[in-house]
């Protein structure tokens, strides 16, 4: 990275968040952000930045470090350690931010409401952020089990390859499982207003924003022939899409290319209502037990992200622009605002 760059490390624990960081650099111009992480702590730190009311908020890259690592694949900054040191290890890192490319992020609300046994009482009223992905039924019962094993044994998630070994081993024991198998009968789900038949042989449900789940699977497949009228998948376009999968099983058949998940609806509102029974949920690879409600998940914003330049002389270019609309705020030619609907066009125009 060049001499012009001054770095600053902060450690994320359960004591200090991301806050004291970007608290310190709140009046610094044209500074980037590498989370040293996964999924989970890339949605913390953007969460943090929501939070600070930035007028041009920083733009984010990732250093891979998670068990999925879904959002740092569709960004290119690799799979895991081992695709960052193939392609030389730190320093290099370093430099390719210098070069990224900025792009949008959709970003997405989801609030969950529960009816109290007393109809005077009022609901109860719960908000998260969604970046990645939302599953409700067989794959969060996976992750649900995964982070109970590891609450007991965190020994026991010391490298990547050995946490999806494990990933697998439990999904293989839902399989004779099938504690999600009456999921068609137990949610309604809707798309802009328009009622969605859940297929019968369906135990899991997916709402996704980005094309990587579960630590690489594309499952909307852009690329591939489809019969149907959807359009391509985008994580910057305000839309969602639904699909589902037909087990554990199918999930272990999707990892290696064997099958696909069935495409089921886009849009921009969606909302799920769960009958009688709790149902596993995850966002993110968060999971949790939910008890019957009724989720909604709309549009929140779009965050900045950095993505790792294919070729060498878009980056280039794009950091350059980059540099010359800050350097325009500083003399006052733009506003902030201005500069981030600028940002927001070229980060379209070039992804």
């Known amino acids: 990275m060049s001499a012009r760059w001054t770095l600053q490390v902060f450690e994320l624990s359960p004591k200090q968040g991301p806050e004291v960081g970007l608290a310190l650099f709140h ?114 019962k996976v992750a649900l089990d995964i982070h109970m094993l590891r609450e007991e044994s965190p020994e026991k998630f010391y490298n990547q390859f050995l946490n999806k070994m494990l990933y697998a081993k439990e999904g293989a024991k839902d399989i004779m499982d099938r504690t999600c198998a009456d999921l068609p009968w137990k949610v309604r789900l809707e798309v802009d207003g328009v009622d969605i038949e859940v ?18 699977v594309d499952l909307w497949q852009n690329e591939e022939e489809h019969n149907d009228d959807f359009d391509p998948q985008s994580m910057h376009d305000k839309v969602l899409e639904v699909v589902s999968i037909c087990g554990t099983w199918h999930l272990g058949k999707l990892q290696v290319g064997l099958s696909r998940a069935r495409r089921l609806a886009q849009g921009q509102l969606i909302r799920i209502r769960t009958f009688v029974s709790s149902f596993p949920v995850q966002i993110d690879g ?14 929140h ?42 940002l927001q066009e070229m980060a379209l125009r070039l992804s």
Not at 31 to 53: E, P, S, Y
Not at 302 to 331: D, S, T, W, Y
Request: hydrophobic residues 40%; charged residues 20%; aromatic residues 6%.
């Open 301 to 342: 914003g779009q965050a900045f992200m950095l993505k790792r330049a294919a070729e060498e002389p878009l980056g280039h270019a794009a950091a350059i622009m980059a540099e010359v609309l800050e350097n325009a705020v500083c003399r006052g030619v733009i506003n902030a605002a201005q500069k981030r609907a600028l």
């Open 27 to 140: 009046q610094v111009p044209h500074f980037r952000v590498l989370v040293c992480g996964g999924d989970g702590t890339v949605g913390w730190v953007l969460d943090a930045i929501d939070k600070q009311n930035y007028e041009s908020p920083p733009p984010v890259a990732i250093l891979p470090i998670g068990t999925g690592n879904d959002l740092a694949r569709v960004l290119s900054w690799g799979g895991g350690l081992s695709a960052v040191e193939r392609k030389g290890g730190l320093c290099m890192v370093l430099r390719d931010i210098e070069h990224a490319a900025v792009t949008m992020l959709d970003r997405w609300r989801v609030t969950i409401t529960r009816r109290q046994p007393n109809e005077m009482q009022n609901p109860d009223i719960s908000v998260k952020f969604m970046n990645n992905y939302l599953g409700i039924g067989c794959d969060a």
């Open 286 to 299: 968060e999971p949790w037990i939910q008890q019957p409600c009724s989720l909604e998940i709309a549009h």
């Open 199 to 216: 297929p019968e042989d369906s135990q899991g449900i997916l709402i996704t924003n980005i094309g990587s789940y579960m630590g690489g």
